[in-house]
């Protein structure tokens, strides 16, 4: 199996502008977590799905922030309108029975 | 209070050395634990399951103290490579909770 496959690996972009990233989880896997890393928070959990349903999406910063999971091999979370305090590198990752987490590379933003 | 805590370290320690991590968490219900490691610029990957006889992994042993509430990361013979965060996961289902990570860096 590849792993978790996330999409792109950079994005730089313009404050203002829509950012969409992608995640591909493990053929299998059940459960799909977004993660957000900086410096100065750690790695924070924004949302997680089951079986391709929302679960827990308390961890998203505000409404500008969305995640969809429209099938089992396919994620995305939007950023609209981005900001620059949104520069982090997003993590997807995925499980089976919420078990052992397996990380995709990451998408490192910076959103000037 | 933090639901899982680590000294953030850093650990500077030279190599050959043992060092060992401390991670408490506040649930006495949690389920599962879990180190995982993560180099710089990279993501977090599993370094072992913490299972209640402890177990061990080469020169990585992990424990966990369910009384008090603390999973350890035992390191012996510390290598170069062993330089990184390494970060404990507390499971009480549905919640997966990481701790912030604990920073070793492995001097020659």
């Known amino acids: 199996d590849a792993g978790v496959i996330q999409s792109p690996r950079h994005e730089v972009t313009e404050m203002g502008q829509e950012v969409t990233l992608r995640c591909k989880p493990i053929s299998g896997h059940d459960y799909l977590f977004w993660y957000r890393q900086t410096m100065m928070r750690g790695l924070e959990l924004l949302i997680y799905?089951?079986?391709?349903?929302?679960?827990?999406d308390s961890g998203m910063p505000e409404d500008r922030f969305s995640a969809k999971m429209p099938n089992a091999s396919f994620s995305t979370l939007k950023i609209q309108p981005s900001e620059p305090r949104d520069s982090a590198v997003y993590f997807c990752?995925?499980?089976?029975?919420?078990?052992?987490?397996?990380f995709g590379s990451g998408t490192q933003l910076s959103v000037l | 209070r933090k639901e899982v805590e680590q000294d953030p370290g850093p650990f500077n320690v030279p190599e050959g050395a043992t060092v060992a991590f401390n991670c408490t968490y506040s649930?006495?219900?949690?389920?599962?634990f879990f180190w995982y490691r993560q180099d710089c610029r990279k993501e977090p990957k599993l370094l072992m399951s913490v299972y209640s006889s402890g177990n061990e992994d080469g020169r990585f042993t992990a424990q966990l103290n369910r009384a008090s509430q603390y999973i350890s990361l035992l390191i012996r013979d510390s290598k170069l490579s062993d330089s990184a965060t390494y970060l404990c996961v507390v499971v009480f289902a549905p919640e997966i909770i990481f701790g912030s990570g604990t920073r070793l860096s492995i001097r020659p």
């Open positions: 649930n006495s219900a949690s389920q599962s």
């Open positions: 799905f089951n079986n391709n349903v929302p679960i827990d």
């Open positions: 990752a995925s499980s089976f029975k919420e078990e052992k987490l397996f």
